[in-house]
């Protein structure tokens, strides 16, 4: 029987758990369970519990025959076509599966967005006692977490961010959003000599390649992300799948986001069962904006819209992808 390893408990191989793969199957991954990244803003903002965001990978493992080993992957030699874990733990593969994420490329002042169970323990920590926060990344993600922090902790929020992330139009309407929430924006990057001037630096600027990508002698981008063809199999070792932010499709690139992880998920599943689908990225995609309170902006093709109703949008989506892993 095929060993099949599956790294990493992302939405891709949440999936797979649901769908059952066949094989002798091992799921290596830090966490019991897996944390839903669109809703991680709301759980800051309190409109969730955490039970509410998360998905429990280890029982999906559980309930579809999975071995599942709690640990990180620290290396994986794709000619030998074994993975070492943290711990020394080395397991062989037939077939692997790769839904590691990406890691935020945070200094160590700060307090990083991933992983995100470290970050939900930290946030839950701090968010009595702090009065001033700086939020770094200007992204949908620091978008979303400057309005929650602000929402939720009362605090003085400065997002800061040294590029512009969005179209014109957007980008106004998030201004006035963040305006609202008094969120002070500032485009220029944030350096360390500003560090004193906050109780919490949140970073979540900058989604990078975990560094054995690069090493595992699997062909990878110029930024360290595992290259995948269409089928979502690694372009220089066809064992091997990877699926959400840690795979660029070579000939189709498409930004990293939870969006694009989710459309990856049943594609991958497919294949990993044994048949051949074809990923092909979505040409537009709706992103849904929370902005601290129930309330955001809702964004398709070029054009936006926003209010209470989007809110109401993007929680049931969200809730319906969470619910269906719900057992
Ligand atoms: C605050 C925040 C809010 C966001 N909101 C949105 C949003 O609203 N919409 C959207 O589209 N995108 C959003 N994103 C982006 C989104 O989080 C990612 O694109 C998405 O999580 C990618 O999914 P994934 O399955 O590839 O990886 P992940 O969801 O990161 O899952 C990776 C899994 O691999 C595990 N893992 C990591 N390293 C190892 C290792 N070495 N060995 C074994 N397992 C490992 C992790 O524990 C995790 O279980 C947000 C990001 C942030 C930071």
Redesign the pocket.
């Given at each position: 029987m095929k060993r099949v390893l599956l790294?990493?408990?992302?939405?891709?191989h949440a999936w797979v758990l649901r769908a059952g793969v066949p094989g002798e199957v091992t799921l290596?991954?830090?966490?019991p369970h897996?944390v839903y990244?669109?809703m991680?803003?709301g759980f800051v903002a309190g409109h969730y519990k955490l039970d509410e965001i998360r998905i429990d990978v280890a029982t999906l493992a559980a309930r579809a025959g999975v071995k599942l080993v709690l640990g990180?992957?620290a290396a994986l030699d794709a000619k030998r076509r074994i993975a070492r874990l943290d711990d020394g733990l080395e397991l062989p593969y037939d077939r692997a599966s790769l839904?590691?994420?990406?890691q935020?490329a945070a200094p160590d002042y700060a307090l990083a967005?991933?992983?995100f169970e470290h970050f939900m323990e930290q946030w839950l920590e701090a968010k009595d006692r702090v009065r001033t926060a700086a939020v770094v990344g200007g992204g949908?993600?620091g978008v979303?977490?400057a309005m929650a922090v602000a929402h939720r902790a009362n605090a003085r929020v400065t997002l800061y961010s040294d590029r512009p992330m969005f179209r014109a139009g957007l980008a106004r309407r998030i201004a006035r959003q963040l305006a609202r929430n008094g969120v002070d924006l500032r485009s220029v990057a944030f350096a360390e000599s500003m560090r004193g001037e906050y109780d919490l630096v949140i970073w979540?600027a900058g989604a990078a390649a975990?560094p054995w990508l690069r090493e595992s002698g699997l062909a990878t981008d110029e930024r360290g992300f595992v290259l995948v063809d269409d089928r979502l199999r690694s372009v220089s070792h066809p064992e091997v799948y990877a699926a959400?932010?840690?795979a660029t499709l070579r000939d189709a690139p498409h930004p990293?986001?939870?969006?694009f992880?989710v459309r990856h998920a049943p594609v991958l599943a497919a294949n990993l069962a044994g048949a051949q689908q074809r990923y092909v990225p979505q040409r537009r995609t709706l992103a849904l904006i929370g902005c601290g309170e129930r309330f955001a902006i809702a964004d398709w093709g070029g054009v936006s819209w926003e209010g209470a109703w989007a809110w109401r949008w993007k929680d049931r989506i969200d809730r319906r992808w969470v619910e269906r892993f719900t057992l």
């Open positions: 790294v990493g408990g992302g939405h891709a290596v991954t830090p966490y897996h990244s669109g991680l803003p990180s992957v839904d590691v994420g990406s935020a967005a991933k992983p949908a993600a979303e977490m979540t975990l959400g932010d840690c990293k986001s939870g969006v992880a």
